[in-house]
């Protein structure tokens, strides 16, 4: 099939930039999808604001700044086009008459870039809509009325730099021996590290945090500054390391010898890619019970419920996560870590959501 990923936010980056530097969420899941259907043999362009336009990892990457990329697009007649951007206009206008159009997002139902669905004349646009969650399909249909014919799901999977990272049971659990055991933190800063940092000295196990998160994901929009107390919060507390976002490869590795994801969530998660990663990785995830995190764990994962007004949140999360600090290098822990990581490495790799999107095409232009 011809295939085309539009992204109309202005972002500079292309197929092999997840590779190279850190990149949000649904950006890099464009990039591994594009790569893994063009290795399927599929003939796929990846059209953003790239500055090195060019075929990158099987994908031909277009320029939607120069008139050589927007005439490719507008010259070709792609059996489909999937778009990041919820408006269907601009991305019309960017293509031939015809052409079955699909929105993906794993934006929440409440988050101002899909307000536009609000709009009969906006949902009536898209041909589809593709989700990530059934938890965030839910949610689409309670607020903007979307009948569930009209959307999918289609999950999100672990980057590459994931996969196999370890032989057998015997592998992971010497990758994982450190003393004090090490805890990680991988999200955005907005998403739950204020509660974690507050709550970490009162750990009563030893153990350290290493903390992979800043606005490094976000290539335009938000700064720094408005975290520079958290993150210094975070270095003025003892056994807190604050290391910042990471490329996919370096944070893969960094995650190898990390015992527990601890992921106070206070973010509704559509589909979480950091706690998929996590698990790859041989983390225990010990984390809220919000959004899609159930849905995305599959029950490897110990979940807190907020309760209603999160007042006695913190005490309930330190019980959960001292528990699974006790039994998480046993060899019954380590078993349940062998079985996650393999759970995610059969089920959550891009090649396989490559096949499962491959055969919604054929379903909706057929």
Known sequence: MRLCFIDLMPWDYDADTPYERPLGGMQSAACHLTAALAAAGHEVALATHTTRSGRRRGVECLSLDGREGVERLRGTRWDAVVSLTAIPGAVRD?????????????????????????????????????????????????????????????????????????????????????????????????????LLTGMFPLIPRPCRLQVFSDMGTYLTGPSDSQFQALYDQCRSTPGIEHVGTLPQPDLAEALRAASILAYPCT?????????????????????????????????????????????????????????????????????????????????ATWRTRAGEWAGFFKQRTD
């Open 267 to 347: 973010f509704p998660e559509t589909g979480c890619i950091a706690a998929l990663e996590a698990m790859a990785a041989g983390c225990a995830v010990v984390a809220s019970d919000l959004g899609a995190l159930a849905e995305t764990t599959a029950g490897h994962a110990l979940l807190v419920d907020p309760g209603e007004d999160w007042s006695s949140f913190g005490a309930r999360y330190l019980t959960a996560l001292d528990l699974v600090m006790a039994s998480v290098l046993s060899p019954p822990g380590i078993e349940r870590l062998w079985r996650q990581v393999r759970f995610v490495n059969e089920t």
């Open 94 to 194: 960017l293509m031939p008459a015809g052409v079955p159009a699909f929105l993906w997002t794993g934006h929440a139902e409440d988050q101002p870039a899909v307000q536009c669905l609000g709009d009969p004349a906006v949902r009536d646009g898209w041909d589809g809509v593709v989700l990530v969650s059934e938890w965030q399909r839910g949610r689409y249909g309670e607020r903007f009325g979307l009948a569930g014919e009209r959307t999918a799901v289609m999950r999100n999977a672990i980057a590459p730099a994931f996969e196999n990272l370890f032989a057998d049971a015997d592998a992971l659990a010497r990758a994982k021996m450190s003393d004090p055991l090490l805890l990680a933190y991988t999200s955005t800063p907005f998403r739950g590290l204020d």
